[in-house]
């Protein structure tokens, strides 16, 4: 039902509201929620941003039951999404689990936890506001410990605010890391004011007022740097060497990619998913590779 109703539909705009429309009216699960469970269960973790209601009980990939426990990474003691949050074991993400260690820590530099301790990673709706988000898996790869897992949510381009960007490429996103792009960068800043739909994001506030915060990117991290859609975030995730196992576009705008740290990584049978048009996605931009 969803496809037919899309395929009248091409011009973006429309598209994220139809979306956003028939999330509202049919609300999905993930497909990776047994496989997520599998992998997770007993296991412990670090989150990087979040708590993330898509990890919750009621969530989209309810994880958070499973798990043996988590500690979490935020870039600063004060967020706009969680308020004030304090160094020390004070993670709260489920009321049957204590707290996790909450670190205060660039997602791109995790200097303060050793190297292969977690037995996964989390990240919901964060990589994109990273500069650099080269470096920063290439660090959560070196906290995981091998066969770690790294379950990652990113937003599709067509479901949000960012419809009318062009969607990044992966040579930028490597000419990022090369340069050790910082996260006082603002490259992208004079393209985000001239597209980002205001209309589908109404906390930023008038123009103005996202002017500003835009501006002051460092303080607030609310930028999206960049702009994925699933063909991208699978290129990305090859790139630092993880082992896809499941890749899946879901509405209103997730992109959730499961994947592996291992030795014996090959992704042919993803990407040949996206060449011979076998992924299954209601995203139009997906159909482009």
Sequence with gaps: MYKKLLLKYKENGLRVLIIRILYKLFPQKSSSIK????????????????PSVLFSRKGILPIYPHIKSLDNCNFSSKTIWEGQIESGFTFKFDKAHPEGRQYILEAAELDKIQSAHYDFILSSHVLEH???????????IRVLKEDGVLIIVLPHKDGTFDHKRE???????????????????LTHLDEILKLHDLTRDLPAGSYDQFKIRSQHNFENRCLHHHVFNTPLAVKLIDSVGLKIISVEALLPSHIIIVSTKTKKQDNSDVFNKFIQRKFKSLFISDKYY
């Design 130 to 140: 990273v500069a650099n988000p080269i470096k920063a898996l290439l660090e959560w």
């Design 35 to 50: 496989l997520c469970k599998n992998l997770l269960q007993y296991k412990s973790g670090l989150e990087i941003g979040g």
């Design 167 to 185: 969607i990044t490429t992966l040579a930028h996103l490597l000419e990022d890391y090369d340069n050790n792009t910082s996260e006082y960068d």
